[in-house]
Each structure stands twice: as C-alpha cells, then as structure tokens.
C-alpha cells in the first residue's frame, strides 16, 4: 500500500465527482430510509436495472413503517426479477428491527447498522456515510479496484484481509465529505477504472498519481481468484394452459428461489414424447403440446439449463399439486423469478391473445 498516493487522492476526485456524478433518484433525495433501500438493491445489480425497482418500491412502500408491515408476496412482486431474493427479506427484516428498537429512525453509527439483518461493512459504512455523512469507509468492488490500481497493489481483492487492509487505508484519507468521497470512489470505478476492458485512464482524475498507470499495469491489477465451476442443472419447464388459467407451484421456503411461484417442472431435458410422458404420469391428459425455445439462466453458484413446453389442456385433473389462476393474476400477483423471463415472456403474449 502507498499511502502517500491516496492522502493525493481526495480533492481531485470530489472535483471530478462534482462534475460527472450520474444523477440519480436516491442521490437527489439522500434520505436515510432511501439510502438504505437504494444500497440493498444495488448489491450484485447494475444501476440502470435498479432505477425502476426503486422508483416502483418508494411508490409502493415510502418508509420503514409500511416496509416493516408490508405482505411477503407484495415484497416479492416488487422485486421480481432483481434476483437475490433474500435481500429484499433481509430488508424487511432490518425494517421491523429499526421499527422496534430504534423506534423508526435508522442508526447512524456503523456498528448499530451491522447487527441489522443484511447489513455488513460495506453497507454500514456506504448508509452511514451518504445518509449521515458519518466518516466511514465504503469498500465494494469499484473501490477495491480503484485502490489496487492507484498503489500497484497485486494483493488478492477476493480475499478478506485484502479487503480489510484496504479499508483501513481508506479510512485515514476519508475527508468531510464522506458521503461524496466513498460515492466518488464507487462512481470513478463504475465509470472510468472499468473492471472489463481497458480503464478509461484519459478521463480519471487519478492518472497523475496512479501506478497502475505508470507501469503499465492496469491490465494485470487489480488480481482476483478465479472462481469456482457453476455446477449446471437440467430441467424441463411446462407451462400448462386451460380454461384461460395457467399452473403454478410455489417454491420451498428455504433455498434458491424460496417462496417465490416458479412453473411446473421436473429434471432434465425431456424430448417430446418423454414430455408426453410425464404429463400423463402426473394426470394431464394434453390436447396441444407446443416445444418452446430453450432457455438457460445463470446463478452466482449454479446454472439451468431448461427446455420448455406449452400445454393446452381441455380440463385439468380433479386432484393436483398445482394451483391454478388466470393468466392475468399470474403476471400481475405472483412473483415469478427472472430464471423463467422466457417463458413468463410467453405467458404474456398469451393473456394478450386471450383478452
């Protein structure tokens, strides 16, 4: 670590973020309650997704009283498609803690934030500081970058004691600003040090002082551990149709995906007629079979690789494990995770054809 440069580094990066910050809802509003639903969302999402889910969630649920109080399936709904449904659970759950133990007003010191459910270092110091202007570092993946590019530093970012290291050498150059300086650091990583492909080095108000820069480094810093092989599952996705209602089985209440209503599937790839096959085992007696394209969707640990079907039916079995509703209530009620966007996609054109 070279601690001269990043005492250099404050001033040149609050004037490059005063000109070029994105203008951005939470940022225009820096309330707390804001902050912190903002800072959830953003987790593993990029900003241009999050838009919409946050203007769409402060509409629905504007403070931490109708958070803490709102139904699980309207959370889910209001976060179908962010992915990482546990986050949005968390969320609440920090919501009904704040309600009652510190009486509706969210902490301001970092170690209050940490013992809220979801909340660890980087959150803490990203709400405290934005929301409170608390001098508290913000260390997530941009500025992990940032710094190791800034020092020459060729220290492992996937590892805890890099991480930490790091945020301790933040933490002695965090100036007044402390809200605009740990977003500088965030928004000069997401918009010039770029993690894929080259860094936009003639735009940083950095490249004076940086090493990567001066040696020539910036393609091999910052250093990460590659990951883990996703392990691949097969499935075959059906979406059955009659009577203008559609099939859905709700997920288990723990692990991936838990709780949210997902199409009725089973393991593998089924060709048609083993398809047909399964259908008749679990009752269905089909009057149209329609193969849909395949799909395939990407978890942080895990991949699915689906084929899907499209099945008309002219009545369903008396007894199923199936909960039956109209096209209409499926899209507009029941949180369906993104994993499925092909085939929801589907169900769309569907209801339209139909209304």
């Known amino acids: ?26 940022r225009s509003q820096p309330t707390p309650y804001r902050v912190l639903v903002s800072e959830i969302m953003l987790q593993q999402t990029r900003v241009d997704a999050v838009k919409p889910y946050f203007a769409r969630f402060m509409e629905a649920l504007p403070d931490l009283e109708s958070l803490a109080a709102a139904p699980e399936q309207t959370l889910l709904k209001l976060w179908e498609g962010l992915g990482y449904y546990n986050r949005v659970r968390n969320l609440q759950k920090a919501a009904q803690m704040v309600v009652r133990e510190y009486g509706g007003v969210l902490p301001r010191d970092p170690e209050e934030l940490k013992k809220l459910p979801g909340i660890g270092d980087y959150c803490a110091g990203s709400i405290s500081s934005i929301a409170y202007n608390v001098p508290c570092p913000a260390v997530d993946g941009n500025v992990l970058r940032v710094i190791t590019r800034l020092t020459g530093d060729f220290s492992d970012i996937a590892s805890p004691a890099t991480k930490k290291a790091i945020t301790a050498a933040v933490k002695q150059i965090i100036p007044a600003r402390a809200g605009d300086f740990n977003q500088a650091l965030m928004e000069l990583g997401a918009l010039v040090c770029l993690p894929n492909g080259a860094p936009l080095c003639g735009q940083c108000p950095l490249a004076g002082i940086c090493m990567a820069r001066e040696q020539d480094l ?6 990460k551990a590659p990951k883990a092989a996703r392990k691949q599952e097969e499935k075959t ?5 009659c009577q203008g209602n ?5 997920r288990p209440e723990k692990g991936l995906l838990a709780g949210l209503w997902e ?6 790839r089924l060709k048609k007629a083993e398809a047909l096959s399964r ?25 699915w690789l689906m084929a899907g079907y499209l099945v008309r039916l002219e009545q369903p079995p008396q ?4 909960l039956w509703v109209s096209l209409r209530e499926a899209l507009e009620q029941y949180p369906i995770p993104s ?4 085939y929801r996609q589907r169900l769309e054109k569907e209801e339209k054809q139909d209304g």
Request: aromatic share 12%.
């Open 1 to 26: 670590m070279e601690p001269e440069r990043l005492q250099q580094m404050a001033q040149p990066l609050l004037d490059w973020y005063d000109k070029n910050a994105r203008v951005l809802p939470w």
């Open 218 to 223: 910036t393609s091999q810093i910052p250093v």
């Open 237 to 241: 996705v059906f979406l059955l149709l």
């Open 246 to 250: 559609v099939a859905l089985v709700q």
């Open 263 to 268: 199409f009725p599937s089973c393991p593998g």
């Open 279 to 303: 259908l008749r085992e679990w009752g269905f007696e089909p009057k149209e079979v329609e193969k849909l394209p395949g799909s395939r969707h990407i978890f942080t640990h895990l991949e």
């Open 319 to 322: 007894k199923t494990d199936f």
């Open 339 to 342: 994993a499925y966007q092909l």
